[in-house]
C-alpha cells in the first residue's frame, strides 16, 4: 500500500501494546488496517503466541523468574504459562473499549495489573531486537496512529537527540507521557534507559513492584536517562475522536491549529473508520507527501460530514441538563431556542442534554443525539485563523 512507501516510514519500528484480556476484541481490526501502513512492527502482549498469522511476544519474558513465580501481580501470567487465553475468565475480557475508572486506573483487573509490568523489558527487548530504527513510536490497541502525519512531524526533529515526546501526565512529581495515548522515542533515548534498565534491573523492578503504572516508571527511567518528556500535548490525544475540546490550549499551542497524530480509547469501529478515513485523505492529496491534518482539518473533513442527522444509540456528549423531554424533536427545538447551543440529545431517562461545545460522540445504546448543523459549520468558519502553531518542537 502507499503508506507502506511514505517518506520516513522505514526509519520507525511501531510496537504495538496489548494483553491477553484485550487481544481478541482489539487486536483484529488493526490486522487489517493500520499494521497494512507499517513496514516496520512488533507486538507485545503477556502471553506468547501466534494469532491471525501474527508473532505475539511475551513483553514479559525478562522479568525475574522468581517475581513471576511468586508476585500476586503475576497470577493471571501464571495461569496464561499453563493454559494460554483459555485460561481467562469471562469477567477477565475487556470487551472492546476500556475506560480508565478513576486516577489509579483498573487495580481490580489482573490483566491492568500485569500490564505495569510490561514497560522496561518492552523497551529492552526492542531496542535489542531492532537497534537500528530512527524512532520507536509505542501505541497500545484502542490508539490511532494518523500515519502521514506523524511522519511530516519526525521529519522536522533531529533523531540523533534523546528525544522522549508524548501526552503530558503526572503522578506526584514524575512527569510521563500517557502510555495509551501513544509516545515517540528516538534512538539515543532508548538506548541511554535500556542501559540504565540493564545496570539496575532489580531496582527497576523493585520500584515497578511498589507503583501503580508501568507508563509512569517508564517515564522515570528516561528522564534519569537523560531524556526528561517533551510535552506533546495537544498533538497526542487521550481521548477519542468524538470526544474532544476543541477550544483547549497550553500555553502557546492551541488544540484547534495543532496537529494531530493520536486518538486513544477508540472502539475497534472507529479505528476502521479513522483509518479508512485516511487513506482516502493520503489518496486525495495527490502524493503530496507533506500535507498533514490539523485538529481542524479532522473537525471539518472527518466530523461534520457525519453529523447531518440525528443518530439513534449514539451519545454526543451534551452535557447540560434541561430538564425531561418527550422526544429528540423537542429536545432540539430547546437547543435551537439558545442561541450558543450546537447540538442536543436525549438521555435513557429522558432529559433533555444540549451544550455550546461541538462534538461527534460515540455509540451508547440507548441514547438518542442531535446537531444543528448549520451552527457547527459556523463554528469551524468563525475560528480563529491558524498561525504557523502546526508542530511542537
Known sequence: ?????????????????????ELQDKLPVHISTTLRCYPHYVIFSDYQETYLGETIL????SVDP????TH?????Y??????GRAALKPSERSGPVSRDQGASGKPSNPGWKLDKWKFMPMVNRTFHDYPDKKW??????????????????????????????????????IVFAHGGTGYLVSRPALENVVNLFASHKKEWEDYTAGHWAGDCVLGKALADSGAPLMFGWPMFQGDDIGKMYYDRTYNEHRLWCTATISYHHLSPYVVKELWDFEQEWIAGTGEDTTKHLLHKDMFAQYVLPRISKSKIDWDNHSDNDEGPATSLEEC???????????QYALSTELRCLTTS?????????????????????????????????????
Open 1 to 21: 500500500m502507499f503508506c507502506r512507501e511514505l517518506p520516513g516510514a522505514e526509519d520507525v519500528l511501531v510496537i504495538l501494546k496489548t494483553g491477553s484480556t
Open 58 to 61: 511475551d513483553a514479559l519474558e
Open 66 to 69: 522468581n517475581v513471576k513465580a
Open 72 to 76: 500476586p501481580d503475576f497470577e493471571l
Open 78 to 83: 501464571r495461569r496464561l504459562q499453563e493454559g
Open 136 to 173: 520507536y513510536l509505542f501505541a497500545e490497541t484502542d490508539t490511532y496512529i494518523l500515519w502521514q502525519t506523524l511522519l511530516n512531524y519526525l521529519a522536522v526533529l533531529d533523531y540523533t537527540r534523546p528525544y522522549y515526546i508524548g501526552a503530558q501526565t503526572w503522578i506526584g512529581d
Open 332 to 342: 432540539g427545538a430547546i437547543c435551537e431556542a439558545a442561541e450558543a447551543c450546537v
Open 357 to 393: 461545545r461541538p462534538n461527534l460522540g460515540e455509540m451508547s445504546r440507548g441514547v438518542e443525539s442531535g446537531w444543528i448543523f448549520e451552527r457547527m459549520r459556523k463554528y469551524y468558519d468563525s475560528a480563529e485563523e491558524c498561525h504557523g502553531e502546526t508542530w511542537i518542537t
